[in-house]
């Protein structure tokens, strides 16, 4: 449960943000507008990261360890696909 729980907490925030992504690009957005998802998600990420390993520490601040790693698997086919041109 220690690994599926984050798992699963992620992929509903990461399969919207790399939708949005894929949307950015067929719409034909900026840049910088189509990179907003893949940016979005490292920041959760990093925060999420340090939030479990300077104040919640153990077990727990392991699984948000876990759930910011999985954010990042997240992010950046993000990055890739908002990338990518038309």
Same mark, same amino acid.
């Given at each position: 449960?220690?690994?599926?729980?984050? =798992? !699963?907490?992620? *992929?509903? %925030? +990461?399969?919207? @943000?790399? #939708?949005? $992504?894929?949307?950015?690009?067929?719409? &034909? /957005?900026? =840049? !910088?507008?189509? *990179?907003? %998802? +893949?940016?979005? @998600?490292? #920041?959760? $990420?990093?925060?999420?990261?340090?939030? &479990? /390993?300077?104040?919640?520490?153990?077990?727990?601040? +392991?699984?948000?360890?876990? #759930?910011?790693?999985?954010?990042?698997?997240?992010?950046?086919?993000?990055?890739?696909?908002?990338?990518?041109?038309?």
């Amino acid at each position: 449960m220690m690994l599926f729980g984050p =798992l !699963f907490l992620s *992929l509903l %925030p +990461g399969s919207i @943000l790399l #939708l949005t $992504a894929w949307w950015f690009r067929k719409r &034909g /957005f900026s =840049l !910088f507008t189509r *990179l907003v %998802p +893949g940016f979005l @998600l490292m #920041l959760s $990420a990093v925060i999420l990261f340090y939030i &479990g /390993f300077i104040h919640i520490r153990g077990f727990e601040g +392991g699984a948000y360890a876990l #759930l910011s790693f999985f954010l990042v698997m997240f992010a950046v086919p993000a990055w890739i696909i908002g990338g990518k041109g038309k």
